[in-house]
């Protein structure tokens, strides 16, 4: 079993590569995991900085001294892999976030397609975006990452056709699509961005405005997924292909 992870919010050069573990986080490693002197921690700040550390003695129910070694930075992954995950009634949404954060899924974008049963509006939308950004982390924590993907405001389809537009490999997951997205041609580097639609499917009108963006529909194979699975099996798939996964 590797270290667990750790999360902070920055790393203190000073007190000879001592750190100092606390709030929440410190919380968890004495009180939880009762972590003692002598074992490895990881800690990170989720944007790809990270050291290992051993842990060094325990304070109170809340702190960790942990003696960090060199902090080292963890280049970006290529190519880029960026989810368009349309919105999913109840909890199926921290299912998909925690989930395509496990297989290594860069950036997800929370997407208001015209079917959606689910609609993020006010202080109810705030909140859910909240939940699915805290499952990315804890996600990432649980799968001993050390850049988490990031978890974008909730786009319209507009935007999310600006964002197909700029891609190296764009795909929409369609029915209607002739080519299987597992013998699809894919970029060496730059960004992929794969649209996942909701369960009502993809409007003919969003798919022709991502198709004109640079979009094509693909297949991902003879079965049919529910939205909360489809963008965690094609982004395995994708990343395997890529090599990233190798």
């Known amino acids: 079993m590797t270290a667990p992870v750790f999360v902070v919010d920055r790393f203190d050069d000073r007190g000879e590569g001592r750190h100092v573990l606390d709030g929440p986080e410190g919380r968890h490693a004495v009180s939880v995991k009762r972590l003692r002197p002598g074992e490895g921690v990881v800690l990170t700040d989720g944007a790809g900085r990270w050291a290992e550390g051993e842990v060094e003695a325990t304070e109170g129910k809340d702190r960790l001294i942990v003696r960090l070694g060199h902090v080292v930075e963890e280049p970006e992954e290529s190519p880029r892999l960026t989810v368009v995950q349309a919105l ?12 395509m954060t496990e ?34 982390r804890e996600a990432g924590k649980q ?52 649209v996942v639609g909701p ?7 969003e798919l022709e405005l991502f198709e004109r963006a640079g979009a094509k529909p693909y297949r991902l194979g003879r079965s049919v997924l529910r939205t909360s699975t489809a963008g965690t099996a094609a982004a395995a798939l994708l990343l395997g292909r890529t090599g990233r996964w190798s």
């Not at 999913?88 to 989930?99: F, H, I, N, Q, S």
């Not at 290594?104 to 699915?132: F, M, N």
């Not at 997205?181 to 960004?191: H, R």
């Open 88 to 99: 999913p009634k109840g909890d199926r949404g921290e299912l998909a976030v925690e989930t």
């Open 103 to 136: 297989v290594g899924v860069d950036a997800i974008v929370p997407w208001a397609a015209s079917r959606c049963i689910t609609q993020w509006k006010g202080e109810r939308g705030l909140k859910a975006l909240g939940k699915w950004r805290a499952t990315a």
């Open 143 to 194: 799968s001993r990452r050390v850049r988490f993907p990031e978890v974008a405001d909730a786009a319209t389809s507009k935007q999310v056709a600006s964002l197909l537009a700029g891609a190296g490999f764009a795909a929409v997951l369609h029915e209607s699509g002739t080519e299987a997205l597992a013998t699809a041609g894919l970029p060496a580097s730059g960004d992929i961005v794969l």
């Open 199 to 205: 369960e009502g499917g993809v409007s003919p009108e």
